[in-house]
């Protein structure tokens, strides 16, 4: 067995700063937040544990109690905040990419009688209503990551409950495909949000409880309304998990199920791609990858983040993918705008509007784009696909207001077509800037096979689609243009542009755009956005973002939860929350 970190508080040589690190602007009275940093290593954890035992791992949870985040609580019965949760990504980016050969994952604690006590109460009575909201967003999407593991590339997680799951720690295990409970007794599983504290389990339980585990609806009220949860045999006949088993058999029964989820497996035994550390440098307001610009205007509360195109032709085969490993071009690019995402929406949540722009040439867009169908097959290419699309997710369910640019110059064609596709509207220059550059090629777009079908969003429909909701007659005509480079026109006629303007009213028309944008209420375009971005089909996933947090939101802001006199504030003193039973 092949020990990934040594220690389960081992710290990185030459510093003391934990994995995912925050720098605190306030004492822990406040509700400042951190700047948060999301670059971590399996050497530098202090959470988790990682072990590969061939096409089997093992992540242990094993939380360092004085390891927080920021100052002001424990960790204690191995409850989590962000930092730890930045360490879970790492690991479930690191065991797909890292170690094609894992089929398995089982997801254990390291304590004795309990595996999660869920997130920290403390932490989050602590902490403003926009840290915990998007706490809880990343922490939903890491955990549709583990999710996403599963059906898209063969690594089935299973969660070995080696004692209590409650709250968000039952959450974490119902993100993985089997959940095994050791019968001891007292071990339960349960989610006491709405009982103890006036809230809802914010990552998904109630939703994946009735909708992924098909738990009856009234046995599912009981369940949530149940502090102390269910064990044994009751947890298993109602499906709140697969299998109960005494610790004798425990170790064997978990080798065995996590052996015959790694014979079902497809996925690769090739050799791993390792993530290293991002090329970032932040000077002032602007910060850059090799890739990814984005400059910061605080007067305007907007960022300018621009794209880069590919500057060579794609590799010949799959072999020549692998050799360029992180520099192969969809995954530097996908690896960059993820953290810049991830940075921007946690530590700037001024910057409410957010321009994207490319730069580069269409045609290798297009190249690569052609060769991630045709390489889809290899497991590095079909993992850079899948990042690719959980990055766009993450863009679709994030909080701002986004706005494409397409001038000339630009390649939003094929796989990065998809950016503007998730922005909420979409400028494009009808010819060149006289004044500046009369001579240059006016900007184009291009449709591909890729954007009808590979980068779905959570409502399990493409951009394309949603964008043409109820209007078949023009995603059909939409589609007969996949192939082609559609200039400004051309493009408005099929209705992939917002608007199509030249020079003369181009760049008036975007600045008046985007003063009116930082002119409106945050909250108002919060709603108002999220409501557009997602037509259609509901799924498990749209409920978790949509419905579950929407609603998490409102309760977290409610005087019963988080008033001076609310279950959240007096959890732990011996004291219940004193509650207005006004329904509203």
């Not at 035992?53 to 204690?76: F, M, N, S």
């Not at 339980?205 to 044994?232: C, I, M, N, P």
């Not at 959240?568 to 004291?575: F, K, N, S």
């Amino acid at each position: 067995m092949t020990a990934v970190q040594n220690d389960e508080q081992a710290t990185s040589s030459g510093t003391d700063e934990p994995a995912g690190s925050a720098q605190p602007t306030a004492d822990a009275e406040t509700t400042a937040p951190p700047v948060v940093d999301f670059d971590t290593h399996p050497d530098r954890y202090r959470h988790w544990r990682l072990d590969i035992d061939g096409d089997i791992a093992t992540v242990t949870l094993k939380v360092d109690e004085r390891g927080g985040l920021v100052p002001g609580y424990d960790l204690k019965m191995n409850s989590y905040d962000l930092g730890v949760d930045i360490e879970l990504y790492d690991a479930v980016q690191r065991l797909r990419f890292e170690h094609p050969e894992v089929k398995a994952v089982v997801m254990t604690g390291g304590l004795d009688r309990m595996f999660c006590a869920g997130a920290n109460i403390r932490m989050l009575a602590q902490s403003s209503h926009a840290w915990k909201v998007n706490f809880c967003k990343f922490t939903n999407e890491t955990r549709n990551g583990i999710e996403d593991a599963t059906d898209s590339s063969g690594q089935t997680w299973i969660a070995a409950l080696n004692g209590t799951a409650a709250g968000g720690g039952y959450e974490l295990a119902l993100a993985c495909d089997d959940i095994i409970l050791i019968d001891d007794g007292s071990s339960t599983v349960s989610l006491p949000e709405v009982p103890l504290l006036g809230v809802l389990p914010g990552t998904g339980g109630l939703t994946r409880v009735v909708d992924k585990r098909h738990v009856r609806k009234d046995r599912a009220d009981l369940f949530a309304t149940k502090s102390e949860g269910y064990r044994g045999d009751t947890a298993v006949q109602w499906g709140l998990v697969d299998a109960t088993f005494p610790k004798r058999e425990w170790e064997e029964q978990i080798g065995a199920r996590a052996s015959a989820a790694a014979d079902r497996s497809t996925r690769s035994g090739d050799r791993g791609v390792e993530l290293t550390p991002l090329d970032r440098a932040e000077d002032g307001d602007k910060i850059t990858y090799p890739l990814v610009t984005a400059t910061i205007d605080r007067d305007a509360r907007r960022v300018d983040i621009t794209v880069q195109g590919p500057s060579e032709p794609p590799p010949a085969d799959a072999a020549a993918v692998r050799d360029q490993g992180v520099d192969y071009w969809p995954l530097a690019l996908t690896r960059a705008l993820d953290d810049l995402v991830l940075r921007l929406r946690t530590n700037e949540q001024d910057l409410g509007t957010w321009v994207f722009r490319s730069e580069g040439d269409s045609d290798l867009v297009v190249a690569y784009d052609a060769q991630l169908r045709e390489l889809a097959d290899h497991w590095l290419v079909n993992e850079t696909m899948h990042f690719y699309k959980r990055l766009l997710k993450r863009l679709d369910v994030t909080s701002r207001s986004l706005i494409a640019v397409i001038e000339p110059g630009s390649c939003f064609a094929g796989l990065l077509l998809e950016i503007p596709l998730a922005c909420d509207r979409q400028y494009m220059l009808d010819g060149v800037y006289e004044d500046v550059a009369p001579h240059a090629t006016p900007a184009a777009i291009a449709l591909s096979e890729s954007n009808d079908g590979i980068f779905t969003m959570g409502n399990d429909i493409t951009r394309l689609e949603s964008r043409f909701w109820g209007h078949e007659e023009d995603l059909e005509a939409a589609r007969g243009k996949i192939g082609q480079s559609l200039d400004a026109a051309a493009a408005d006629e099929v209705g992939l542009v917002t608007m199509a303007l030249d020079d003369i009213d181009f760049e008036d028309e975007l600045r008046i755009v985007l003063e009116e944008r930082a002119s409106l209420s945050p909250d108002a375009l919060t709603g108002m956005e999220a409501n557009h971005r997602f037509v259609g089909p509901e799924t498990l996933e749209t409920k978790v973002f949509g419905r579950l947090t929407a609603w998490q939101n409102w309760i977290f802001n409610r005087p019963n939860a988080s008033g001076p006199e609310g279950a959240l504030r007096r959890y732990g003193t011996g004291q219940r929350g004193s509650y207005d039973y006004t329904r509203v």
